[in-house]
């Protein structure tokens, strides 16, 4: 159901409210018979978009909220996380950075709420990889990562300055 609304060959076009027939909620800007401009999207689950789309895809600035109550507010393009954006995650941590194809990408800082701890560095395909510094409360580590953990030659730097430097070998794999 709908109203609002329409262009002359009856498209919804122009500011209009739908209800779909999966139980959720449109409210906002259409143009040529697809969401495009700003909008509010309710979600029969209990997510809420509140942002741009284009041709029916979340697509510029908005904000996403998610059922189990974390918060992404940032870029989109076609429908995916992409470009710059917050994460605000259910457990209280964070992510802030670039973004690709809904994942962690480029530069970006997590925080672990838990610890204080945060890594500052790179991120490929939604895991820490490449050169970063990963800050706990008393120290440091300053050195690459690849898939996730440390890696070649870093550092640790204490906080009350000494420096110890080395270098981080994977074990072999045990059968």
Avoid: M
């Avoid at 209800?19 to 979600?43: A, C, K, V």
């Avoid at 194809?101 to 838990?114: C, E, L, P, S």
């Avoid at 990562?145 to 070649?152: A, E, I, Q």
Wanted: hydrophobic share 25%.
């Amino acid at each position: 159901e709908y109203e609002g609304g329409r262009s002359a060959e009856g498209e919804r076009h122009g500011f209009g409210k739908a209800r779909l027939p999966n139980g959720d909620t449109y409210e906002g800007e259409y143009e040529r018979g697809l969401r495009s401009g700003h909008g509010t999207y309710r979600f029969k689950n209990g997510a809420l978009y509140i942002g741009n789309y284009l041709q029916n895809k979340k697509h510029g600035k908005g904000v996403f909220f998610y059922p189990d109550g974390s918060k992404y507010a940032g870029d989109w393009v076609h429908d995916q996380r992409q470009g710059y954006g917050e994460y605000l995650y259910a457990n209280g941590d964070t992510y802030t950075g670039e973004w690709a194809n809904n994942k962690r990408h480029g530069q970006g800082t997590y925080v672990y709420k838990d610890t204080g701890s945060k890594y500052v560095g790179c991120w490929v395909n939604g895991i820490q990889d490449g050169p970063a510094e990963l800050i706990h409360l008393s120290h440091r580590f300053k050195g690459r990562f690849l898939n996730g953990k440390p890696l070649g030659l870093g550092k640790f730097i204490f906080d009350i300055g000494c420096e110890q430097r080395g270098e981080y070998i994977q074990p072999a794999q045990v059968k």
